[in-house]
């Protein structure tokens, strides 16, 4: 009979656990995912500006370097 009166308590507390469980689960995902997505954003931004110091340099050969370099017959 204890068990009957005590199991509604069980399971709440049960389900609290998961419920906390899972939100600590889905606020990892979130921070790791925002983690994520600044180390992208940041490679980007290196990405472009070294894009932007390499192409002047690309240029100064005087042709196209696509097909050959911009070599003529």
Same mark, same amino acid.
């Not at 389900?15 to 689960?25: D, N, P, S, V």
């Not at 180390?39 to 192409?55: D, G, H, S, V, Y």
């Given at each position: 009979?204890? /068990?009957?009166?005590?199991?509604?308590?069980?399971?709440?507390?049960?389900?609290?656990?998961?419920?906390?469980?899972? /939100?600590?689960?889905?606020? #990892?995902? =979130?921070? #790791? =995912? !925002?983690?994520?997505?600044?180390?992208? /954003?940041?490679? +980007?931004?290196?990405? +472009?500006?070294? #894009?932007?110091?390499?192409?002047?340099? #690309?240029?100064?050969?005087?042709?196209?370097?696509?097909?050959?370099?911009?070599?003529? !017959?």
């Amino acid at each position: 009979m204890a /068990q009957e009166i005590l199991k509604p308590f069980i399971l709440d507390e049960t389900g609290k656990e998961l419920t906390a469980a899972i /939100q600590t689960f889905d606020t #990892n995902c =979130t921070t #790791n =995912t !925002e983690s994520i997505v600044t180390a992208l /954003q940041k490679i +980007a931004e290196q990405l +472009a500006a070294l #894009n932007k110091t390499l192409t002047p340099k #690309n240029d100064t050969t005087g042709g196209s370097t696509a097909g050959g370099g911009g070599v003529t !017959e």
